[in-house]
């Protein structure tokens, strides 16, 4: 893998690749650090949201009480 972040000064941008990727198939993706970093904590969150929606307790209105945790 290749990774290669820059500060374009134009439309053209050159990026040298090894050897061994010539006559392959590439995938190049162009986006800014803060749209990667935007997404990827939308997304992040939102998988963190989902795995745990089905044990989420709901604590609001929870009251502890000392003495009868005292008194087992």
């Not at 709901?58 to 502890?64: E, S, T």
């Amino acid at each position: 893998m290749v990774r290669r972040i820059i500060k374009a000064s134009s439309n053209d941008v050159y990026i040298e690749i090894p050897d061994d990727y010539i006559g392959k198939t590439l995938e190049v993706l162009a986006f800014t650090l803060e749209e990667a970093t935007n997404s990827f904590k939308g997304n992040y969150m939102d998988a963190i949201n989902e795995l745990y929606d089905d044990i989420r307790v709901d604590f609001n209105n929870f009251i502890f009480d000392r003495d009868e945790a005292n008194s087992r």
